[in-house]
């Protein structure tokens, strides 16, 4: 157990970053991701579900809840990206702009 005042271990930053990492290995995640970049603000959660094109909502709950631990946060008006997600899509897709930059 790591107290809040105590700095992480080798270890325990190594496991979050692959934990990080691994959120990223899916399309349906990416697909998030992306829709997010391009909006011109927060999404909702349908809207965001019909921005990626999967019907199933529990399926799309999961995969949103697997970003929002890293690259997505949750506001008053909907979803958006977090820093991290920004860094992500640039990472990936150098020539894209992300709204609100």
Known sequence: MVWEDEPATMAERTEDAT???????????M???RELA??????SFTEL?????????GK???H???LCEYFVRQT?????????GTR?????????TVDGD
């Open 64 to 66: 949103l809840t697997k």
């Open 38 to 43: 391009d909006a011109d603000g927060s999404l």
């Open 19 to 29: 934990d990080a990492l691994e959120a990223l290995g899916n399309e349906i995640r």
């Open 49 to 57: 579900r019909k921005r990626v094109g999967l019907r199933d909502t």
């Open 88 to 96: 992500v899509i640039t990472a990936v897709e150098p020539t894209a």
């Open 60 to 62: 799309f709950n999961y």
């Open 76 to 84: 008053e008006t909907g979803y958006e990206l977090g820093h991290a």
């Open 31 to 33: 697909s998030i991701l």
